[in-house]
């Protein structure tokens, strides 16, 4: 299989994320009840985000944990949502390619959902002001 080089393989890969998760029973319904997600929009951002953490691009101007912090004021993220969106991303990227390029995607994945689920479902780790 294939590693991952490049922003068309992202996108390969993120086409088949969502394919997966918008109809997830755990986690499909942040995407299509608690916000009506228009994918042609958001397909580009999220291809942004993963291109800057991998790819070393600078495409991605948001704030990934301001957005999430957002939507669990709408509707709370629970241990096992973190939970399943990490084996859904880790299922798809195996399925579709393989390298270290693949392994760092999944690392990171798992590391910035960890940092989520700290912040918003443990409520940090203490250290911030009030
Ligand atoms: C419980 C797990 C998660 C759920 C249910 C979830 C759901 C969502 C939803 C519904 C949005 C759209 C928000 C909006 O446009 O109003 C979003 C945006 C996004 N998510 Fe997640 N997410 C999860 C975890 C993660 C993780 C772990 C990452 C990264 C490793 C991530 C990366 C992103 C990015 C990059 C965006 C776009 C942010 C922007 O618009 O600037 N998500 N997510």
Same mark, same amino acid.
């Given at each position: 299989?294939?590693?991952?080089?490049? @922003?068309?393989?992202?996108?390969?890969?993120?086409? *088949?994320?969502?394919?997966?998760?918008?109809?997830?029973?755990?986690?499909?319904?942040?995407?299509?009840?608690?916000?009506?997600?228009?994918?042609?929009?958001?397909?580009?951002?999220?291809?942004?985000?993963?291109?800057?953490?991998?790819?070393?691009?600078?495409?991605?101007?948001? *704030?990934?944990?301001?957005?999430?912090?957002?939507?669990?004021?709408?509707?709370?993220?629970?241990?096992?949502?973190?939970? @399943?969106?990490?084996?859904?991303?880790?299922?798809?990227?195996?399925?579709?390619?393989?390298?270290?390029?693949?392994?760092?995607?999944?690392? @990171?994945?798992?590391?910035?959902?960890?940092?989520?689920?700290?912040?918003?479902?443990?409520?940090?780790?203490?250290?911030?002001?009030?």
């Amino acid at each position: 299989m294939p590693d991952i080089e490049n @922003r068309t393989d992202l996108e390969l890969l993120m086409v *088949n994320f969502y394919g997966k998760v918008l109809l997830d029973q755990v986690i499909g319904h942040f995407f299509t009840e608690v916000v009506k997600l228009d994918m042609d929009k958001h397909i580009p951002v999220i291809v942004n985000f993963w291109e800057s953490v991998l790819l070393e691009k600078s495409s991605y101007q948001g *704030n990934v944990l301001d957005v999430h912090e957002r939507l669990h004021h709408l509707s709370a993220f629970r241990d096992e949502h973190f939970e @399943r969106w990490v084996t859904v991303f880790k299922e798809t990227v195996d399925e579709l390619f393989a390298g270290i390029n693949a392994e760092k995607l999944k690392q @990171r994945a798992t590391s910035i959902a960890t940092v989520m689920k700290i912040k918003l479902v443990y409520g940090g780790i203490g250290l911030q002001k009030g």
